[in-house]
């Protein structure tokens, strides 16, 4: 089988990610979408290591990462929504307080 | 005995300075003359011994400066040189202290002025007492520091400050060339007392000195090194602009620094070095020009100015040049001939001129004189002595001191001799000149004055006709007294004081030289005065129309502007020199240069690099999430090229330079 499409779509999938994160400048909610295309690119590139190696661990480690991503998705939806509730929006290009 | 000569007139000082305001005036007064008289008493008896009983005296008090092979001590050495200036020195000084009780006895600081005049005597018989160079520069600092003190007496006059503070930094011209000389003495002979110097001075005519890269014979280097500082201190042409400025002192002070005591500091030490100066034929040429061209200068300078106390300044400066001339021929023991005479007519001069400014109100401008002969008839008498001996007429004075010098230089054989020679016969034409309108300005020409002060001028108080009948004594015969005794042929009162080589000796030739060579310069002098008397009494409109037509105004302008030195120096030398201190020293070098390279450059650049850095912290998040990025990108590049230090290095030089632009 020939792992290296595989590893290309996970690649690929992976700088989609973080390009989302990235090149986004409004919707936070996009940016959360985005990591968690990121979190699944790496999933993804753990599973196929398993089967490439033929080792469990990856798949284990997969399994982690879901539940990692499930948690980090939820606290992160939780902490917009408490910053929509005090600010009234949740475009990123308006949350600079924190300037220099 | 010896040492209460130099430490009588400290004493007087000190009391003077530190209780005159218990003592009052006249109390101070009388402290310090008493002092000094007491000083000159000791001097009189010190030239008995010593001068006459040809018995040399050295006083050792105490090691000064002691490191490795330099040594100086405080010690004393009375010559017959030395004596000579103590008598010159304490005599004036004391007529000068009586003086001032009643010319200054209205000062409601007199004690303070007693005090500085004592000073300065103080230090100058340190300086011409001293045994080596080293203590000889203390009283050369210390008469430069005094004269600041009392030309700067009415401290309140912005002209009085000025005249000291040029005073002083003229003569630190001097002083400089002066230190510079003992340096070298010191570098070839190891010794800065006068004994090993100038026992060694013949053993060192072939050294050679490097000075300024450029190799000269160490002592003709010495000897005018040595001459730069008698320049400045004796008022030579080019640093002589002090002098006439020095006027803005009292009348007393003017007495005191330009008669007998500072000026004379210099020729003192070209006498006093004759015995190194012997093996610097180079120097000794200098010497000689600069003297005759000095004499030339002020006196023609003399011929209009119209400040009493400048003509007598002027005067001054022009016989220190015959002087200076003289000891440039070698014939040191004439010059110091001339000095002591000098000191005596000058000082008569001075103190006369002192009662003529007192009688008519404080007025100096010999314009507003005039019709004085028969108000102060007395000053008149003692001022018509002074100025004949100041011409050299025949039996006075000055006669037997500037005569020979003139003699002298025509007799030597060389070039600057007569040089110096032609310039001061036209210059004892000029001082015959200036000293008989001087004369014809203030007593013999219509009054001019207001009649106010006319009405009220009167001969001054008793101290002040007394000094100056004392004064007019030796005008008239110390010269003829002292003639056979100081310069007679074959005297043998100089002893080791002074020395002349024998190839350098010429007072014989000139002994017996054609009589009309020798009665050339007496001419010269009689014709000056003669046509001066003529001009200001009958032709005085004459004199006006010349003054007026345009060559005689642009002549006039020339010398009434002293040569247009001032003007020059200060428009080239000292505005350039400032304009150069605040222009490039200060604003480009210490606020330019050192500050940019120095605090502000760095803690400029940091607050640049501080806010570009700032500018990182924009708040946005996509602006970290690159910087993120960036640097993952950076470290992945790193991990795949490997850890190689000169790679990282370029990398964080890369960076740097990055995150500057």
């Known amino acids: 089988m020939d792992f290296i499409h595989f590893f290309f779509i996970a690649a690929l999938l992976f700088i989609i990610g973080v390009g989302g994160v990235i090149l986004n400048r409004t919707n936070i909610v996009v940016v959360l979408m985005s990591l968690e295309l990121a979190l699944l690119s790496v999933s993804l590139n753990f599973i196929v290591f398993s089967v490439c190696l033929g080792d469990l661990m990856g798949q284990i480690f997969a399994i982690f990462i879901l539940i990692i991503a499930a948690c980090e998705s939820s606290i992160g939806l939780a902490i917009i929504l408490v910053y929509f509730r005090v600010r009234g929006s949740i475009r990123i290009d308006q949350a600079s307080l924190l300037k220099s | 005995m010896y040492l209460n000569i130099v430490f009588l007139p400290l004493l007087g000082s000190l009391v003077a300075g530190f209780f005159g305001r218990f003592l009052g005036g006249r109390g101070a007064g009388l402290v310090t003359i008493s002092c000094i008289s007491l000083s000159f008493f000791l001097s009189g008896l010190a030239f008995y011994e010593v001068g006459l009983g040809g018995s040399s005296t050295y006083l050792y008090l105490m090691p000064w400066l002691e490191s490795d092979s330099f040594h100086v001590d405080w010690a004393f050495c009375f010559d017959s040189l030395t004596v000579v200036m103590l008598i010159v020195v304490t005599f004036i000084s004391t007529l000068v202290h009586l003086y001032s009780i009643e010319y200054m006895g209205g000062d409601p600081h007199l004690p303070r002025f007693m005090s500085y005049l004592s000073l300065f005597t103080f230090f100058m018989l340190i300086l011409v007492t001293a045994d080596n160079f080293v203590q000889m520069f203390v009283g050369w600092e210390g008469v430069g520091l005094c004269s600041y003190l009392l030309i700067n007496f009415w401290f309140t006059r912005i002209q009085a400050n000025k005249a000291a503070i040029k005073a002083m930094l003229v003569n630190r011209v001097g002083d400089f060339g002066l230190a510079l000389g003992i340096f070298g003495i010191f570098i070839c002979f190891g010794a800065v007392d006068y004994a090993t110097v100038f026992a060694l001075a013949p053993q060192l005519s072939s050294f050679s000195l490097t000075f300024f890269n450029i190799e000269f014979g160490a002592l003709n280097l010495i000897g005018i090194l040595l001459f730069v500082g008698a320049v400045g201190k004796s008022a030579q042409l080019g640093l002589h602009t002090w002098l006439p400025d020095a006027m803005e002192g009292p009348t007393p002070v003017s007495a005191l620094i330009h008669a007998a005591t500072m000026v004379t500091a210099g020729v003192f030490l070209l006498a006093r070095c004759s015995p190194l100066l012997e093996y610097c034929p180079k120097a000794l040429i200098v010497i000689s020009i600069v003297g005759g061209m000095t004499a030339f200068f002020a006196a023609t300078t003399a011929l209009v100015q119209n400040d009493l106390k400048r003509v007598i300044a002027y005067s001054t400066c022009s016989q220190l040049g015959y002087m200076v001339f003289a000891c440039g021929l070698s014939n040191y023991s004439v010059a110091v001939f001339h000095l002591g005479n000098h000191a005596f007519f ?28 028969r108000l102060l008839p007395f000053t008149y008498a003692m001022m018509v002595i002074g100025s004949l001996a100041l011409m050299g007429m025949p039996f006075l004075t000055g006669f037997y001191s500037k005569d020979v010098i003139l003699e002298i230089g025509y007799a030597t054989y060389s070039n600057a001799s007569h040089f110096a020679y032609w310039l001061g016969s036209f210059a004892a034409f000029c001082t015959a000149f200036y000293s008989i309108r001087l004369l014809a300005l203030c007593f013999l020409a219509e009054p001019n004055g ?15 006709g007394l000094v100056l009948g004392i004064l007019a004594i030796p005008s008239m015969f110390i010269g003829y007294l002292g003639r056979d005794l ?4 074959g005297t043998d009162f100089w002893g080791n004081a002074l020395f002349c080589m024998p190839s350098n000796l010429s007072l014989v030739d000139a002994e017996f030289m054609s009589t009309d060579i020798k009665i050339f310069p007496l001419l010269c002098s009689i014709i000056g005065g003669g046509a001066s008397f003529i001009l200001y009494k009958r032709y005085n409109y004459n004199l006006f129309l010349m003054k007026t037509s345009f060559l005689g105004r642009r002549f006039y302008t020339f010398l009434n502007r002293k040569w247009f030195f001032d003007k020059i120096y200060n428009e080239v030398v000292t505005q350039k020199l400032l304009d150069f201190g605040y222009h490039f020293t200060y604003k480009s070098i210490d606020r330019g240069l050192i500050e940019s390279l120095g605090p502000f450059g760095i803690s400029n650049v940091l607050m640049d690099q501080v806010n570009k850095s700032r500018a990182w912290h924009s708040g946005y998040l996509y602006h970290y999430l690159v910087i993120l990025g960036w640097s993952n990108f950076l470290f992945g590049i790193c991990f795949v090229f490997g850890f190689k230090f000169s790679r990282i290095l370029a990398l964080l030089a890369f960076i740097v330079l990055w995150s500057i632009l």
Do not use: T, Y
């Not at chain 2, 001075?350 to 004085?372: C, N, P, T, Y």
């Not at chain 2, 207001?450 to 002040?464: I, N, T, Y």
């Not at chain 2, 100081?486 to 042929?489: A, D, E, N, R, S």
């Open chain 2, 346 to 373: 000058k000082a008569l001069l001075f103190l006369g001129a002192g009662s003529v400014i007192h009688a008519v109100g404080d007025e100096q401008d010999m314009r507003k004189m005039g019709g004085l002969r």
């Open chain 2, 450 to 464: 207001s009649r106010a002060l006319l009405l009220s001028a009167s001969e001054g108080g008793w101290p002040m």
């Open chain 2, 486 to 489: 100081f310069i007679g042929l």
